[in-house]
């Protein structure tokens, strides 16, 4: 009897050991785009996989930056032009698995007017009526910051808004400038506005002003755990991230 309980201690030890070694510590470099789902996501994925996931987060423009300079990530969600970008440099696989989308949208702070935004001509007298708005620096790279900071030169208001103009750091979010009283309205990704307390959502840019982005996911062409890493761009499309990407805004796929 005594034989037989230190056998089955043996085989439990070993089976513990087993999982310890098979378990894996991916690092993840994520668009701030998505981190409000990753979440949620990632303690889903860790439960299931038994790896455990390392993020950081940033815009898509950044990471890539970062990577392109020699920092190392196992898996990278980012728009597809970025990964693109990074496979043509071998530091991505180039077997991209899209993952979500997400418009632009403007919100104001919680319980304050919302303003007409429903059409072009609304939304640019809204913009020259604000007393300041908020959006992510152009010069940062991020994708809404870059278009937002275009459409409004196209609209024709860069000089009339530069004077009330605010953007949150490099990976900040706009919408706590609106939260914290820094700004009247914030413009970002639907998404990232989404996420933030004390604002509430007036709605996506109207018609064509809208741009949708991209984003998708990746690994690098020498993650520390390949498998790992294939079996967590794989969870990206699972029923579970589909309906958590669905609930922060984002379009799944």
């Known amino acids: 009897m005594i034989r037989v309980r230190h056998l089955f201690a043996a085989t439990v030890y070993l089976a513990m050991q087993t999982g310890l070694a098979s378990a894996a510590d991916l690092k993840v470099y994520s668009t701030i785009g998505v981190q409000a789902a990753m979440g949620e996501l990632a303690p889903v994925f860790e439960k299931q996989s038994g790896d455990r996931l390392a993020f950081t987060f940033n815009t ?151 741009k949708v982005t991209h984003f998708a996911a990746d690994i690098n062409t020498s993650p520390s755990a390949k498998s790992s890493a294939e079996a967590f761009v794989k969870f990206l499309s699972s029923p579970e991230a589909v309906k958590v990407f669905k609930a922060r805004g984002l379009e799944p796929g």
């Open 60 to 210: 898509a423009a950044a990471l890539t930056k970062h990577i392109q300079a020699g920092e190392h990530a196992d898996a990278m969600i980012l728009t597809r032009a970025n990964l693109e970008a990074l496979a043509k440099e071998n530091k991505a696989s180039g077997h991209i698995t899209p993952v979500a989308s997400s418009g632009i949208s403007v919100v104001v702070k919680s319980g304050a007017p919302k303003p007409d935004i429903s059409t072009p001509e609304a939304l640019k007298a809204t913009l020259l009526k604000a007393k300041s708005i908020a959006y992510s620096d152009p010069a940062a790279g991020g994708a809404s910051g870059v278009y937002v900071g275009k459409m409004i030169g196209r609209m024709g208001l860069a000089d009339q808004l530069k004077g009330k103009t605010k953007h949150p750091p490099a990976g900040g979010n706009a919408a706590h400038l609106v939260a914290s009283g820094e700004a009247e309205l914030a413009i970002q990704q639907t998404p990232e506005v989404m996420s933030a307390k004390g604002v509430d959502l007036v709605g996506p840019l109207p018609g064509d002003l809208n």
